[in-house]
């Protein structure tokens, strides 16, 4: 085995459930010793969100992180201090006006409102209010970014949240070119749950739609074909695929 590179997801994905702890601590376990194994996180949570819930559940520490939907990428140094890449950090800047967002955000359409103590990254990350529609936000939001001139990606997710992003930058793009960047191992295999995780699907050698995530109904065909669909929730299904690609030895736990 050469190795391979997964990257998961936190919320919904990695994040273990009540009573799922035990199947995270041997997921880990078998990840950290499988030959050339690098595992990225790839989540909507801002930098310091992402280090807040590594410390609360006491993660092993990826290689990378992929943070603020994508527009974030941070490598973690033998040290074990993190750094940002400055080559992505420079190519989402350089599609992203900040005055023009910025001008979005003190005009938000009615119904939306900032994520609350939540501080993004060259993104705004917006929500819902109570008993607004998330379709018809989306629709004066896209409004309001056309009148200030600002170009960006809207992703909906989870009926409720409202990302917007740089044009084209997203778990995905930043997935693709941390790949390439450094010349990470093959297959990737990508962990995820929702409407956020598509991009990075679609990169990935092995999308692994987690169980209790995107229903059939809500999934694109193309995704449905492709990917393998968890048995048991949690990171317990996560380490039954990568024994079924044939990446992890079967622990001898009831796996
Ligand atoms: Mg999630």
Same mark, same amino acid.
């Given at each position: 085995?050469?190795?391979?590179?997964?990257?998961?997801?936190?919320?919904?994905?990695?994040?273990?459930?009540?009573?799922?702890?035990?199947?995270?601590?041997?997921?880990?376990?078998?990840?950290?010793?499988?030959?050339?194994?690098?595992?990225?996180?790839?989540?909507?949570?801002?930098?310091?969100?992402?280090?807040?819930?590594? #410390?609360?559940?006491? =993660?092993?520490?990826?290689?990378?992180?992929?943070?603020?939907?994508?527009?974030? =990428?941070?490598?973690?140094?033998?040290?074990?201090?993190?750094?940002?890449?400055?080559?992505?950090?420079?190519?989402?800047?350089?599609?992203?006006?900040?005055?023009?967002?910025?001008?979005?955000?003190?005009?938000?359409?009615?119904?939306?409102?900032?994520?609350?103590?939540?501080?993004?990254?060259?993104?705004?990350?917006?929500?819902?209010?109570?008993?607004? @529609?998330?379709?018809?936000?989306?629709?004066?939001?896209? @409004?309001?970014?056309?009148?200030?001139?600002?170009?960006?990606?809207?992703?909906?997710?989870?009926?409720?949240?409202? #990302?917007?992003?740089?044009?084209?930058?997203?778990?995905?793009?930043?997935?693709?070119?941390?790949?390439?960047?450094?010349? =990470?191992?093959?297959?990737?295999?990508?962990?995820?749950?929702?409407?956020?995780?598509?991009?990075?699907?679609?990169?990935?050698?092995?999308?692994?739609?987690?169980?209790?995530?995107?229903?059939?109904?809500?999934?694109?065909?193309?995704?449905?074909?492709?990917?393998?669909?968890?048995?048991?929730?949690?990171?317990?299904?996560?380490?039954?695929?990568?024994?079924?690609?044939?990446?992890?030895?079967? #622990?001898?736990?009831?796996?």
């Amino acid at each position: 085995m050469t190795g391979f590179h997964l990257v998961t997801d936190l919320d919904g994905t990695w994040l273990p459930a009540p009573g799922q702890a035990a199947h995270l601590r041997r997921l880990e376990a078998a990840v950290a010793a499988a030959p050339g194994a690098v595992l990225t996180f790839a989540t909507g949570r801002t930098f310091a969100s992402a280090q807040e819930a590594m #410390d609360r559940w006491g =993660l092993c520490p990826p290689h990378h992180l992929i943070c603020d939907v994508g527009t974030g =990428l941070f490598h973690r140094l033998p040290s074990g201090d993190w750094v940002e890449d400055v080559a992505w950090a420079g190519r989402v800047a350089g599609a992203w006006d900040a005055e023009a967002a910025g001008q979005v955000a003190r005009g938000l359409p009615p119904g939306l409102e900032a994520q609350p103590g939540v501080r993004p990254l060259r993104r705004l990350a917006l929500q819902v209010q109570a008993g607004c @529609d998330l379709a018809e936000a989306e629709a004066a939001l896209r @409004d309001a970014c056309r009148s200030h001139g600002l170009a960006a990606d809207l992703l909906p997710s989870h009926g409720l949240y409202l #990302d917007v992003l740089p044009p084209g930058v997203h778990k995905g793009s930043a997935l693709a070119f941390l790949q390439a960047s450094l010349g =990470l191992p093959r297959p990737v295999v990508g962990c995820g749950d929702s409407a956020n995780d598509l991009t990075l699907f679609e990169v990935s050698d092995h999308p692994v739609l987690m169980r209790d995530g995107l229903g059939d109904h809500e999934a694109p065909p193309w995704l449905l074909r492709r990917a393998h669909r968890t048995q048991v929730p949690g990171p317990g299904g996560i380490h039954r695929a990568l024994i079924a690609f044939g990446l992890l030895e079967e #622990d001898g736990h009831g796996h």
